[in-house]
């Protein structure tokens, strides 16, 4: 039977696990060093709303603005505002905060342009996080890397040993966002999902490719704990049953770099992450997986779209059904970047909690095939990453306001 569900919000944690920061309290000059934390020497999974997310062995997770002044502050335009629940999705909670702008028509001068200081910051971290990728590869079979971008706002939830005076608005400047757990809200508006389907796919020369509705159906493994498997399936219209396609394991995150464009209505994160198609079940483990798979009913008026008869969401006492996405997602491609329109509608059995979420993901496929590459110039990577970030500085980043 399903509950009712209460919205989440679609933002991406990037916590860790709620461990004491090593970075200093205070805020400014360390924007210049990229505020870097490294997390522990074993694979971790954090839970930000509905969604489970595993980070690697050596997971980078940082964040930097971009637009500060001369002096490396904020720019006194440059605000700590507080985002009401109900806007960005929740019901519980404290109020969490974002970054506000209200002269961002009229930037301040910088010395570089942000692409390229962006880039500067970037480069190495994604180096060095591609060869853990690399490490990775050598030890399992059908990994597959990728490196995107996303849209939409990053939000600092206070905490309670950072006091409410030095959250408030006006206090940009002061705040110790370094000490705050962040996630980054990916529920762009309408207006902004139609641009970018209407003018700026043909403006960065992506044709077209297709349109695919799938559900993804979530799995726990009872041996494998940390981990959660996807199953990825079509429809098929004439049985109103699904269609088993690939069996995955979640992406695993090795890199994210969350930047916030001070001068943009809109943030960034760039990501590094891989995943992994499971090839090697058993015929035991595939009859499981079918059976549960084979049990789902469709059904538009529940949040995800599927539901499963009483007693029928788990099978052989090992694997058992989590949580279903249903996507309807555009597909735009060109040799270099692939760019995908979501709208997204998920629900979490665990949590009973349910969203529903348009996004835009732009994968940027020839860094990746350049860093696989057996010799890598650093000057190579860079200038493409330079290439990729104007395009998005450009294209990308603004939209009307929104959560403020």
Not at 96 to 112: A, G, I, K, T, Y
Not at 156 to 185: C, D, K, M, N, W
Not at 354 to 377: D, H, P
């Amino acid at each position: 039977m399903r509950h009712s569900y209460e919205a989440a919000s679609s933002s991406e944690s990037s916590d860790t696990h709620n461990r004491p920061s090593p970075i200093p309290k205070s805020l400014v000059p360390q924007f210049r060093r990229n505020l870097n934390l490294r997390l522990p020497p074993k694979t971790f999974s954090q839970r930000c709303g509905n969604i489970i997310y595993n980070y690697a062995k050596q997971a980078i997770s940082t964040w930097f603005p971009v637009g500060l002044d001369h002096n490396h502050q904020f720019p006194s335009s440059v605000h700590v505002t507080p985002v009401p629940l109900q806007l960005c999705g929740r019901t519980t909670g404290t109020n969490p905060l974002v970054l506000f702008n209200n002269n961002n028509n009229h930037p301040v001068e910088q010395v570089r342009s942000p692409w390229v200081y962006i880039a500067e910051n970037v480069v190495s971290d994604l180096l060095s996080s591609f060869e853990n990728v690399k490490d990775e590869k050598l030890d399992l079979e059908d990994v597959k890397p990728k490196l995107v971008a996303r849209f939409g706002k990053i939000l600092f939830h206070e905490s309670p040993s950072i006091s409410e005076e030095t959250t408030r608005v006006g206090l940009a400047a002061e705040t110790t966002l370094s000490q705050l757990r962040r996630s980054f809200y990916t529920n762009i508006p309408n207006s902004y999902m139609e641009n970018i389907k209407g003018e700026v796919a043909q403006k960065i020369k992506v044709d077209f490719e297709e349109e695919k509705d799938l559900y993804h159906v979530q799995l726990s493994d009872a041996t494998l704990p940390d981990s959660t498997i996807s199953c990825k399936c079509s429809v098929i219209k004439e049985d109103k049953r699904l269609q088993l396609c690939k069996i995955e394991l979640q992406p695993l995150r090795h890199m994210v770099i969350d930047i916030s464009c001070l001068d943009k209505n809109l943030d960034l994160r760039l990501m590094l992450s891989t995943k992994r198609t499971l090839t090697a079940l058993t015929d035991d483990e595939m009859q499981s997986i079918r059976s549960l798979i084979n049990s789902a009913i469709l059904d538009q008026d529940v949040k995800g779209g599927l539901r499963w008869p009483l007693g029928k969401a788990s099978s052989g006492g090992r694997y058992c059904v989590v949580g279903v996405w249903h996507t309807i997602a555009k597909d735009y491609k060109s040799s270099s970047l692939s760019l995908k329109v979501r709208h997204a509608d998920r629900y979490d059995f665990r949590t009973s909690i349910g969203e529903a979420t348009r996004e835009i993901n732009l994968k940027l496929k020839n860094i990746v095939s350049l860093l696989q590459e057996q010799e890598v110039e650093v000057s190579s990577v860079a200038e493409m990453l330079k290439d990729h970030l104007k395009l998005i500085w450009d294209h990308f980043l603004c939209c009307e306001h929104f959560l403020t």
